[in-house]
C-alpha cells in the first residue's frame, strides 16, 4: 500500500520555479491587457448609447444602442470635412516619405560621400530637438512662402500657405528617424549584388531599382505607417497653422465636441473610433512587413 502511494506521488508533475514565474507573467499580461483594453470598451459602450443616457445609468453596454451619435459625429461635428483633410495630408505625407527617406537612407548606407557621416548624424541630431522649438520658424516658413496666399516674390503680403492643406504638409514630407531606420535597414544588407552589378556596368539607379528596392516592402512599410501615423496623431501643428474649418484636421475636430463647456461625451466616443480605424486598418495591412522591417533595421548600427 505504502508503495503505490509512493509511486502516485512520483507520478504526479513537479511545479518548478519556472513554471510559477510563467503563471505569474501570464496573470500579470492578462491584468495588463484589461488594463489597456477596458477604456476602448467603454469607448465603444458609450459611442453606442444614446447621447442622454451617457451617463445616466453606467452599463458595459447600452440597453438601447443606436447610431445617431455617429451621425452627429459626421454632420455637426465637421467630421467628414476634417477626416478627408487628414487622409489627404497623410498620404501627401506618405508618398513623399518612401520616396526621399527611401532614396536618402539608401545613399547615407551605400553611397558614401565626403562628410556623408558628419551629415547623417547632424540630421539625425534634429530628431532630439522639441516640437514646440519648431513651432515658430514652421509658421513663418509657411506663412511667407513666395506667390502663395497673396504674398510677392519676397513672401510678404500675403497669408502664405497658411490655412491650406500644403502648409498642414510641410513638416512631414520628410522625416528624420525614417531616413534612419531606411539607412538601417540598407547597411544590413549584403554589397555583393551591387558589387557584382556595377562590374556587369549597370548604374546607381539601376541598382538601387532593380535589387535593393524589390526587396525593401518591409522598411517601406514602417516607413508608410510612421508618416501616416505622425499626421493622423497630431494636433500642434494643425492648431496653429489651420485657422478654419476648411483645413482641420481629425484632431482638430476631436476638440470640437469638447468646446463651450459643454462635452458631448456620446457624439465625441462614436468620433474618436472613426478616427482610429484608418489607424487600426493601416497597421494590420501591413503588420507583417512592419515588425520584419524595425527588426531588420535595428540589426546594425
Known amino acids: 500500500m505504502t508503495s503505490t502511494l509512493d509511486d502516485r506521488k512520483a507520478r504526479r508533475p513537479r511545479v518548478t520555479r519556472s513554471d510559477r514565474g510563467r503563471a505569474l507573467n501570464i496573470a500579470l499580461l492578462l491584468i495588463a491587457t484589461a488594463v489597456v483594453l477596458f477604456p476602448f470598451l467603454w469607448m465603444i459602450s458609450l459611442a453606442f448609447t444614446p447621447a442622454q443616457e451617457a451617463f445616466r445609468d453606467v452599463k458595459l453596454w447600452p440597453s438601447s444602442p443606436t447610431f445617431q451619435n455617429f451621425v452627429t459625429a459626421l454632420t455637426v461635428g465637421n467630421l467628414g470635412r476634417a477626416f478627408l483633410n487628414s487622409v489627404i495630408v497623410a498620404l501627401a505625407a506618405v508618398a513623399s516619405n518612401c520616396v526621399i527617406a527611401v532614396a536618402a537612407g539608401y545613399a547615407f ?17 534634429t530628431a532630439a530637438i522639441p516640437v514646440a522649438v519648431t513651432l515658430i520658424p514652421l509658421f513663418l516658413m509657411v506663412s511667407h512662402v513666395p506667390f502663395a496666399g497673396g504674398n510677392d516674390a519676397l513672401g510678404r503680403g500675403g497669408s502664405g500657405l497658411t490655412d491650406t492643406l500644403g502648409g498642414l504638409a510641410i513638416p512631414y514630407l520628410v522625416g528624420t528617424m525614417s531616413i534612419f531606420l531606411v539607412r538601417q535597414f540598407y547597411r544590413s544588407m549584403s554589397r555583393e549584388l551591387a558589387e557584382a552589378a556595377r562590374i556587369d556596368g549597370a548604374s546607381e539607379l539601376r541598382i538601387f531599382w532593380t535589387i535593393y528596392l524589390p526587396i525593401s516592402k518591409p522598411i517601406i512599410a514602417v516607413v508608410a505607417i510612421f508618416s501616416f501615423t505622425a499626421v493622423w496623431d497630431d494636433l500642434l501643428w494643425p492648431l496653429v497653422v489651420s485657422s478654419s474649418p476648411r483645413s482641420q484636421t481629425v484632431q482638430l475636430a476631436l476638440t470640437g465636441f469638447t468646446q463651450s463647456g459643454n462635452i458631448q461625451y456620446a457624439p465625441l466616443m462614436a468620433a474618436a473610433i472613426i478616427v482610429t480605424i484608418p489607424v487600426l486598418l493601416v497597421f494590420l495591412f501591413n503588420q507583417r512587413h512592419f515588425i520584419s522591417g524595425l527588426s531588420e533595421g535595428a540589426v546594425k548600427g
Open 109 to 125: 548606407a551605400h553611397l558614401p560621400f565626403r562628410g556623408s557621416t558628419v551629415v547623417f548624424y547632424v540630421l539625425l541630431s
